[in-house]
């Protein structure tokens, strides 16, 4: 019976005529194996250095490798006597004198090898073999150790003295029979790594010289790793059970038949063993990250070159997507992306063939059909030319067959709740024993845990979609330029699970050219506090629609807040910009106050408000301040989880906004930029952050005309002289004929509907003509469904189709019903920089 890889058991074999080691398992000598890094930490620690050295993976990676394998200082004052004709070695030297404790200390830029003692609380004295080996590239790793327990050889070549007469040594791998065959077995003895960190190393060992036990300086044996069973013992096992075959004496056939079966079954409980400790390995490496690239780069891993030498995984598209749970069983035309292929072949033979990133369907004809719609793993022992043949011909674009041909192959589906997500293609070379029904059992438990795996990333990767999905739903698309003022936006979601919180920000359009501009926090985190976001900013727009005045705005959402439950708290700050009176009127119910950047001189400064009770508190009264600016002062809006860190005071991190806005930049954008990057890398942070910026570019007196017009009908008239005279003076007459048309609309309902003696008509040029006509008539106008005999309801059919926009608001003595006209593009001066 074939035994499975034992990577994880870093088990070596010394070639005939190495004396066999003390162990239930001849012909296997554990190897520890350990990887050390520029700064002497440990990176890689095998189970065989665990049971060499005694400390565990978790203990030892990270810790300094010099503390981890106590083989000189701890050793006691005994010499090493080496093999006959060879001087004495001190406890941890090589044959050039120097030691393992130098080369874990980086002393060393050549392979060295020796002998050592370590003293050990239940084993007493224990005699070691290493290897060590510098390494150079772009990785970490520096130094490669390779070590095995001297005690586990015993006494074929003892000397006289009782003593072992070999020694570690290197040599060419080109001097042994089958060197090819050592080279391409070498990474089955380095730690698990990726292919391409493998290779690296195996270039560098094989440049370096292969590791060998010298007998004497005729006789020296390369050190290959044991995936099979013992050779000797499966030997062994044949010759007892042919005896029991062929043996004349019953009695004699009985023994050995019985001799045979206690061979075989230690044989296959040895390789139960290794396949549960390769699985329980392989369960602590997948899964260490909900990420579900990394996820799948794990699994492929974790598998090559230590169980196969390909490993190609393939997802549906639903997953990959972050969507729901497939519905449905596979088809011939679902498609399948190919996510990763890991291989120890020469590079690049697989990437134009099979690329990763590709999406294909499978043909129905195909064993890979046959394990995603039978969720069963497939084993084919060996691709014969027939059979590679026909199943690359299943496939149009591409000719697989010479990547699959002679080799073994293993099918393993990927499946979670009875559902497939996905399958794996192992490959193994010709060369190597083939996938048994061993492997299969062993590939179909590792394949259920990595499905398992697969799809709690699956299942995060999904509701983090759906997370983002349902903030930027709630976050408004804001207009980079208003009437009076540009602005930009940023949200960062927070670093917790479930990324959403309930933090927003918001500009409206007000009558009077005005905007206004809002942030607000609502405390907590999830589900919960996003959709009570969405309900306060609903509120807030509805309430400003009507221009209320933001002390009485935040009086009106302390109210809702209190209505919706007691549980629900929020911060929020309203700001009322009037471009035309150069001024802001703020409200604030317990947020942290906005910086002003002023134009004059670049000087930041937060502006001293009344602080308010949060909303949702109740009974508390907010008030509103006023805050003359000036044209090009910015405004700057943020919530607490851009200033806040843990454990620091927030006055640190409201200085450092400040200091932030002051700084020079090209663009808004560049501008809140500038800011993200001074604060979000002070680390720490874990809630969301919004943050709105604003320009406050004012509107000139000279762009803004008014006239306040009797209520008749010849008024109408009057209206349109008016704005065709004041466009004619802005050099706007182009313009004319429209406005003219759209006024004389709007003039005419409010002549119809206002109940005082005036009526009020502005217009105002900005980047557009904003036409405002407001009158004392509270009921709004709508747009009717006329019929030809009907003598009213088209104006505002006219308005709607001609204008740019337009709108209604109510005001606290009436309404106001607007457009905005667009505009001829006119050069008017531009702006390289803000300060």
Same mark, same amino acid.
Not at 6 to 35: Q, Y
Not at 480 to 487: E, F, V
């Given at each position: 019976?074939?035994?499975?890889?034992?990577?994880?058991?870093?088990?070596?074999?010394?070639?005939?005529?190495?004396?066999?080691?003390?162990?239930?398992?001849?012909?296997?000598?554990?190897?520890?194996?350990?990887?050390?890094?520029?700064?002497?930490?440990?990176?890689?620690?095998?189970?065989?250095?665990?049971?060499?050295?005694?400390?565990?993976?978790?203990?030892?990676?990270?810790?300094?490798?010099?503390?981890?394998?106590?083989?000189?200082?701890?050793?006691?004052?005994?010499?090493?006597?080496?093999?006959?004709?060879?001087?004495?070695?001190?406890?941890?030297?090589?044959?050039?004198?120097?030691?393992?404790?130098?080369?874990?200390?980086?002393?060393? *830029?050549?392979?060295?090898?020796?002998?050592?003692?370590?003293?050990? =609380?239940?084993?007493?004295?224990?005699?070691?073999?290493?290897?060590?080996?510098?390494?150079?590239?772009?990785?970490?790793?520096?130094?490669?150790?390779?070590?095995?327990?001297?005690?586990? %050889?015993?006494?074929?070549?003892?000397?006289?003295?009782?003593?072992?007469?070999?020694?570690?040594?290197?040599?060419?791998?080109?001097?042994?029979?089958?060197?090819?065959?050592?080279?391409?077995?070498?990474?089955?003895? %380095? =730690?698990?790594?990726?292919?391409?960190?493998?290779?690296?190393?195996?270039?560098?060992?094989?440049?370096?010289?292969?590791?060998?036990?010298?007998?004497?300086?005729?006789?020296?044996?390369?050190?290959?790793?044991?995936?099979?069973?013992?050779?000797?013992?499966?030997?062994?096992?044949?010759?007892?059970?042919?005896?029991?075959?062929?043996?004349?004496? =019953?009695?004699?056939?009985?023994?050995?038949?019985?001799?045979?079966?206690?061979?075989?079954?230690?044989?296959?409980?040895?390789?139960?063993?290794?396949?549960?400790?390769?699985?329980?390995?392989?369960?602590?490496?997948?899964?260490?990250?909900?990420?579900?690239?990394?996820?799948?780069?794990?699994?492929?891993?974790? !598998?090559?070159?230590?169980?196969?030498?390909?490993?190609?995984?393939?997802?549906?598209?639903?997953?990959?997507?972050?969507?729901?749970?497939?519905?449905?069983?596979?088809?011939?035309?679902?498609?399948?992306?190919?996510?990763?292929?890991?291989?120890?072949?020469?590079?690049?033979?697989?990437?134009?063939?099979? =690329?990763?990133?590709? *999406?294909?369907?499978?043909?129905?004809?195909?064993?890979?059909?046959?394990?995603? @719609?039978?969720?069963?793993? !497939?084993?084919?022992?060996?691709?014969?030319?027939?059979?590679?043949?026909?199943?690359?011909?299943?496939?149009?674009?591409?000719?697989?067959?010479?990547?699959?041909?002679?080799?073994?192959?293993?099918?393993?589906?990927?499946?979670?709740?009875?559902?497939?997500?996905?399958?794996?293609?192992?490959?193994?070379?010709?060369?190597?024993?083939?996938?048994?029904?061993?492997?299969?059992?062993?590939?179909?438990?590792?394949?259920?845990?990595?499905?398992?795996?697969?799809?709690?990333?699956?299942?995060?990767?999904?509701?983090?979609?759906?997370?983002?999905?349902?903030?930027?739903?709630?976050?408004?698309?804001?207009?980079?330029?208003?009437?009076?003022?540009?602005?930009? @936006?940023?949200?960062?979601?927070?670093?917790?699970?479930?990324?959403?919180?309930?933090?927003?920000?918001?500009?409206?359009?007000?009558?009077?050219?005005?905007?206004?501009? !809002?942030?607000?926090?609502?405390?907590?985190?999830?589900?919960?506090?996003?959709?009570?976001?969405?309900?306060?900013?609903?509120?807030?727009?509805?309430?400003?629609?009507?221009?209320?005045?933001?002390?009485?705005?935040?009086?009106?959402?302390?109210?809702?807040?209190?209505?919706?439950?007691?549980?629900?708290?929020?911060?929020?700050?309203?700001?009322?910009?009037?471009?035309?009176?150069?001024?802001?009127?703020?409200?604030?119910?317990?947020?942290?106050?906005?910086?002003?950047?002023?134009?004059?001189?670049?000087?930041?400064?937060?502006?001293?408000?009344?602080?308010?009770?949060?909303?949702?508190?109740?009974? !508390?009264?907010?008030?509103?301040?006023?805050?003359?600016?000036?044209?090009?002062?910015?405004?700057? %809006?943020?919530?607490?989880?851009?200033?806040?860190?843990?454990?620091?005071?927030?006055?640190?991190?409201?200085?450092?906004?400040?200091?932030?806005?002051?700084?020079?930049?090209?663009?808004?954008?560049?501008?809140?930029?500038?800011?993200?990057?001074?604060?979000?890398?002070?680390?720490?942070?874990?809630?969301?952050?919004?943050?709105?910026?604003?320009?406050?570019?004012?509107?000139?007196?000279?762009?803004?005309?008014?006239?306040?017009?009797?209520?008749?009908?010849?008024?109408?008239?009057?209206?349109?002289?008016?704005?065709?005279?004041?466009?004619?003076?802005?050099?706007?007459?182009?313009?004319?004929?429209?406005?003219?048309?759209?006024?004389?609309?709007?003039?005419?309902?409010?002549?119809?509907?206002?109940?005082?003696?005036?009526?009020?008509?502005?217009?105002?040029?900005?980047?557009?003509?904003?036409?405002?006509?407001?009158?004392?008539?509270?009921?709004?106008?709508?747009?009717?469904?006329?019929?030809?005999?009907?003598?009213?309801?088209?104006?505002?059919?006219?308005?709607?189709?001609?204008?740019?926009?337009?709108?209604?608001?109510?005001?606290?003595?009436?309404?106001?019903?607007?457009?905005?006209?667009?505009?001829?593009?006119?050069?008017?001066?531009?702006?390289?920089?803000?300060?």
């Amino acid at each position: 019976m074939e035994r499975g890889p034992s990577h994880g058991d870093d088990m070596v074999s010394p070639a005939p005529g190495v004396p066999a080691p003390r162990d239930p398992e001849p012909g296997r000598i554990p190897l520890a194996v350990v990887v050390v890094d520029a700064r002497g930490l440990v990176s890689h620690w095998s189970r065989g250095a665990r049971r060499l050295f005694g400390p565990s993976r978790e203990e030892a990676v990270g810790a300094p490798a010099v503390e981890l394998m106590p083989v000189s200082g701890a050793l006691g004052s005994d010499e090493w006597r080496g093999p006959e004709g060879t001087e004495e070695l001190d406890d941890a030297e090589g044959p050039d004198g120097s030691g393992l404790e130098s080369a874990l200390g980086g002393e060393t *830029s050549y392979p060295r090898a020796g002998r050592a003692r370590m003293a050990d =609380p239940e084993r007493g004295r224990v005699d070691i073999l290493w290897w060590a080996y510098p390494l150079v590239g772009p990785g970490a790793e520096r130094l490669l150790v390779l070590a095995a327990d001297a005690g586990r %050889l015993h006494g074929e070549d003892e000397g006289e003295d009782g003593r072992e007469r070999y020694a570690p040594g290197f040599a060419l791998h080109t001097d042994f029979p089958g060197s090819q065959e050592l080279a391409r077995r070498l990474p089955e003895i %380095l =730690p698990n790594m990726s292919p391409q960190e493998s290779a690296r190393i195996v270039s560098q060992v094989l440049e370096l010289g292969y590791p060998v036990l010298e007998i004497s300086q005729q006789e020296r044996f390369p050190v290959t790793p044991d995936w099979g069973v013992p050779r000797r013992v499966e030997r062994r096992a044949r010759l007892l059970r042919a005896t029991a075959e062929t043996a004349a004496d =019953p009695q004699a056939a009985a023994a050995a038949a019985a001799a045979a079966a206690e061979l075989e079954s230690d044989l296959e409980y040895a390789a139960v063993r290794e396949r549960l400790e390769f699985l329980n390995e392989v369960s602590g490496r997948i899964g260490s990250s909900l990420d579900l690239a990394r996820t799948i780069q794990e699994v492929s891993e974790a !598998v090559v070159p230590r169980f196969t030498d390909v490993a190609g995984t393939y997802l549906r598209e639903q997953v990959i997507a972050g969507e729901g749970f497939p519905d449905g069983p596979p088809d011939e035309t679902t498609m399948w992306h190919r996510v990763a292929v890991e291989h120890n072949d020469e590079p690049g033979r697989w990437d134009d063939v099979v =690329p990763v990133g590709e *999406s294909m369907p499978f043909p129905a004809h195909t064993p890979f059909f046959q394990c995603m @719609t039978s969720g069963e793993p !497939v084993l084919i022992p060996r691709i014969s030319e027939e059979m590679g043949n026909a199943i690359a011909a299943q496939f149009e674009k591409r000719d697989i067959s010479p990547l699959i041909n002679l080799r073994s192959m293993l099918l393993l589906p990927l499946k979670a709740r009875n559902v497939v997500l996905g399958f794996m293609i192992l490959l193994r070379h010709p060369e190597r024993a083939e996938f048994n029904d061993m492997d299969r059992v062993t590939g179909a438990e590792l394949a259920a845990r990595a499905g398992l795996v697969l799809d709690n990333a699956r299942m995060y990767t999904y509701q983090e979609n759906v997370a983002e999905t349902l903030q930027d739903s709630m976050l408004p698309h804001i207009e980079p330029r208003m009437a009076g003022c540009d602005t930009a @936006t940023r949200y960062l979601p927070g670093t917790r699970l479930g990324r959403v919180g309930g933090d927003w920000f918001d500009t409206i359009k007000l009558p009077g050219s005005r905007t206004a501009l !809002v942030v607000g926090d609502v405390m907590g985190h999830g589900l919960n506090s996003a959709a009570m976001m969405g309900q306060l900013r609903t509120a807030v727009q509805t309430m400003a629609a009507i221009d209320m005045a933001p002390a009485q705005l935040l009086r009106g959402l302390d109210d809702l807040a209190q209505r919706l439950g007691d549980n629900y708290l929020a911060t929020c700050l309203y700001v009322v910009y009037d471009p035309i009176e150069s001024r802001l009127t703020i409200a604030n119910a317990g947020h942290i106050p906005p910086v002003v950047v002023r134009a004059a001189d670049g000087r930041s400064e937060l502006l001293d408000l009344p602080t308010g009770a949060p909303i949702g508190v109740g009974g !508390v009264p907010f008030e509103a301040v006023t805050v003359p600016v000036e044209p090009g002062d910015r405004l700057v %809006l943020c919530t607490d989880g851009l200033v806040e860190v843990r454990g620091e005071d927030i006055g640190v991190g409201l200085a450092a906004l400040a200091e932030s806005a002051a700084h020079p930049a090209a663009s808004m954008d560049e501008a809140c930029d500038t800011i993200i990057r001074a604060l979000n890398t002070r680390g720490g942070r874990k809630d969301d952050v919004a943050l709105l910026m604003a320009r406050l570019n004012g509107i000139p007196r000279s762009d803004v005309a008014e006239w306040r017009l009797p209520i008749a009908a010849r008024e109408v008239s009057r209206a349109r002289r008016l704005v065709r005279s004041q466009l004619r003076s802005w050099d706007l007459e182009a313009a004319a004929d429209t406005a003219e048309l759209l006024v004389s609309e709007v003039m005419t309902n409010a002549v119809r509907h206002a109940h005082t003696q005036r009526v009020v008509l502005r217009l105002v040029r900005t980047d557009a003509l904003l036409c405002e006509v407001s009158d004392d008539d509270h009921s709004l106008p709508q747009l009717l469904n006329v019929r030809d005999e009907d003598e009213y309801g088209r104006g505002l059919r006219v308005v709607s189709r001609l204008a740019r926009e337009w709108g209604t608001s109510r005001t606290a003595t009436g309404k106001t019903v607007w457009f905005e006209q667009s505009l001829p593009p006119v050069r008017r001066g531009s702006r390289s920089n803000i300060r």
